[in-house]
């Protein structure tokens, strides 16, 4: 069984760019959620995509975006990229109808 | 809005002894409350889940609704326990997300 990968590990940008972050999810899931998770604070929830839609969004402005693939891989897109953008992003896939969130190892955004 | 807190940023404790970690939130409904964890250079995962009511790694929290806490517990640490803990509540069943506090760092002295 194949866990959640993410790529890139690590990313800087600079303000005003667009980045995008990918995720495969765990064989077999169909859920994908996203979180951002600033230094010394908890993941906080962007938004989740149950096979190819968006299923939930938390308080985050519209120039986050995301997509869902058939093979249930996703992505996170940020546009206009600002300072606080750096952060830890979080992937975390599910089987739909069941709790457990299994998350990927994060890629590490820094925006200058 | 639904809310997570840890009072604790950081908990230091020596080996063998006892170890609370704290968690309260807030949230009127009935709520489905979580423990993760990240140990040194390690994803996020699951430690163990209200509704289970299980033991891991000698670890336990009971729900208290009167509170609003659930508490995670060990009677005796270990330096493996060292780790980053974060509370979590899961409001309303399925894909819902989860809300996580801002996590407490548990150092074990040996």
């Known amino acids: 069984e194949t866990g959640v990968t993410q790529s890139p590990t690590h990313l800087i940008k600079t303000r005003g760019q667009q980045v995008t972050l990918r995720c495969s999810s765990q064989s077999g899931h169909n859920t994908v959620s996203w979180y951002q998770q600033a230094l010394g604070q908890g993941p906080q929830f962007i938004f989740q995509?149950?096979?190819?839609?968006?299923?939930g969004r938390g308080n985050f402005p519209p120039r986050f975006s995301g997509l869902q693939f058939p093979n249930y891989s996703s992505e996170l897109n940020v546009n206009a990229l600002e300072l606080d953008d750096s952060a830890l992003y979080l992937c975390?896939?599910?089987?739909?109808?069941?709790?457990?969130?299994?998350f990927g190892p994060g890629t590490r955004l820094t925006v200058t | 809005a639904q809310r997570v807190t840890q009072p604790e940023k950081l908990l230091s404790v020596f080996k063998g002894a006892p170890v609370e970690l704290k968690c309260n939130y807030s949230y009127s409904g009935s709520p489905e409350l979580f423990w993760y964890v990240q140990y040194s250079r390690q994803r996020l995962q699951l430690l163990l889940r209200h509704i289970s009511r299980e033991s891991i790694k000698g670890f336990t929290a009971d729900l208290n609704k009167g509170e609003t806490s659930f508490h995670l517990k060990k009677p005796f640490a270990q330096e493996e326990d060292s780790a980053m803990y974060y509370c979590?509540?899961?409001?309303?069943?399925?894909?819902?997300?989860?809300?996580f506090g801002k996590g407490t760092r548990l150092s074990v002295i040996a």
């Open positions: 975390a896939s599910s089987l739909g109808g069941q709790f457990e969130q299994y």
């Open positions: 979590a509540l899961k409001v309303g069943g399925g894909n819902t997300p989860l809300v």
């Open positions: 995509y149950y096979r190819e839609e968006e299923n």
